[in-house]
């Protein structure tokens, strides 16, 4: 991969990531401390500890149980400083290892669409994420309806001259959306129908 297409890869993906949190922030009551906080439980979560002090994210935790005060206020304001940084439209890069993370602190609703739309541009399903973030087959069979509805509705824009063309530029991008939505979903259900069946 030559240098402007990982560059643009970057810049691409970094766009996805701040555009799903910053919509959830704008459109919930949760503030950017809000998220930084659940960024840091994703980030924690998911690396030990030698690879959280390598990557420069704050023993919140420590410094809490140890009752460092002092040590704790500095620590999570430079934290949620660097946040705010990834989050700025014109920020500094969002590093790879954060991604996974990133996704895991969005809320459910806009998780699901920001795995779909990542996994649209690696030109993967986001299907292991969509069981993963639930383990709930009732939620993932209304995933299936609820984006069926949607798609049938552009559907019927689209073809409604019985052609898909350039003139249906306008609703390419929701078309694009729930068929992939649709298609992670559907998949997910196939495999929890294969584990089923598979017991008896």
Not at 47 to 57: I, P, Q, R, Y
Not at 86 to 112: F, H, N, Y
Not at 151 to 157: M, Y
Request: aromatic fraction near 8%.
């Amino acid at each position: 991969m030559s240098n402007l297409r990982q560059e643009t890869h970057t810049q691409t993906r970094d766009c996805v990531l701040r555009a799903h949190a910053s919509e959830m922030l704008a459109r919930t009551n949760l503030s950017v401390e809000d998220f930084a906080e659940s960024l840091y439980k994703a980030c924690v979560s998911d690396f030990s500890g030698d690879v959280l002090a390598l990557k420069k994210v704050p023993d919140l935790d420590g410094l809490f149980s140890a009752n460092d005060q002092v040590g704790y206020g500095k620590a999570i304001g430079r934290w949620n400083k660097r946040v705010e940084r990834w989050l700025a439209k014109d920020g500094v890069e969002i590093p790879s290892w954060l991604e996974e993370p990133w996704v895991t602190a969005l809320l459910p609703e806009w998780r699901e669409r920001c795995l779909i739309e990542l996994s649209a541009r690696y030109g993967l399903l986001a299907v292991r994420p969509v069981f993963a973030d639930t383990g709930d087959a009732m939620q993932v069979f209304a995933g299936i309806s609820t984006n069926l509805g949607h798609l049938a509705g552009v559907g019927g824009e689209v073809f409604a001259d019985c052609v898909f063309d350039h003139l249906d530029a306008s609703n390419a991008g929701a078309m694009e959306v729930h068929c992939r939505a649709l298609a992670a979903h559907c998949m997910a259900m196939a495999d929890k129908a294969a584990q089923v069946k598979a017991v008896h």
